[in-house]
């Protein structure tokens, strides 16, 4: 009888705590709203989270470990992509099908995610032109790149598909064919479509390709001007050699651009049907640095 007395008294002291507790919950104030920096951070993060899931590439690389980081987060995940599709060109092309539509969103229009991308296309396939070629046709056909960048990273990369090893081997002078091949065939698509805006668009970009082509073999020629060496000379010899296979190409992207404007231009070299195109390159319109006078001649007499 006094255990059961005991335990009873035990269990209302009990009681008497949780009341007691609870009475006091019920006197505190309410806790302070959050502040409103704290509201917009979250809100920050979330469309951040929402920008990051539309578009994965973004979270491959931290956006505040460098400047251009979306090159970076380009060539990663090209690079990374095509290691993994290696086997054959069907890889490959399916590779490039799945990662396109992100690296569009990032590349298009950014010179150097547009270079980084190339740059990742060269490393991968360094020892075979056929890939690059094929791999970088692919890029400007998926709208990952502008024709454009080609001839830009070709005059800037000191790989082996560089200009300056044009007298070397075939490899710029393949990717150069790319670049001024896609520019038509845009030009003629949007040709077909009739579409005035778009007709504009593409016959800028047909011509920025051929008119930055002629300006930047242009410029090597004033350079060899402004550095000359000795004519008994292993150098004298490449520079030479380096000329007249560059005035070549000139040459033939000339009469390429003249055949489109005929609708003669060749099946291999078209994705579509043959049609006129409007002019895309004149002599008149070019804007060449200060050449030495024999150089000037032989550039115009490419138009001839």
Sequence with gaps: KKKRQKRDQEDDTDDDDDAKERDDAAQ?????????????????????????ASNPLLAIVDEG?????DAKRCRAALGAALEFASATPSH?????DAVAPALGQLSRGDDACEAACIDAVAAVWRDSPFHVEFLVDGLVR????????????????????GVRHLEET?????????????????????????????????????KAVASTLFAKVAEEL?????????????????????????????????RRCRRAELAQLEAHRRSSTCRAL?????????????????????IEACFD
């Design 28 to 52: 505190e104030p309410e806790a302070a709203p959050a502040a409103d920096a704290a509201d917009d951070d979250d809100a920050a993060a979330k469309d951040e989270k929402a920008t990051k």
């Design 65 to 69: 470990d460098a400047e251009n980081s």
């Design 92 to 96: 490959a092309a399916a590779a490039l």
């Design 142 to 161: 998926r709208g990952v790149l502008r024709p454009r960048a080609i001839v830009a990273w070709l005059f800037e990369t000191e790989s082996s598909y």
């Design 170 to 206: 075939h490899r710029a002078a393949r990717l150069l064919d790319v670049a001024v091949d896609r520019s038509l065939d845009l030009l003629a698509a949007a040709t077909a479509r009739g579409d005035p805006e778009l007709l504009d668009a593409q016959l800028d970009e047909a």
């Design 222 to 254: 004033a350079a060899f001007v402004q550095h000359p060496v000795d004519v008994d000379t292993d150098t004298y010899d490449e520079r030479k050699n380096w000329k007249d296979v560059a005035l070549a190409v000139l040459k033939d992207i000339v």
């Design 278 to 298: 409007p002019r895309v390159l004149d002599k008149d319109d070019l804007n060449l640095p200060d050449l030495h006078e024999q150089d000037q001649r032989m």
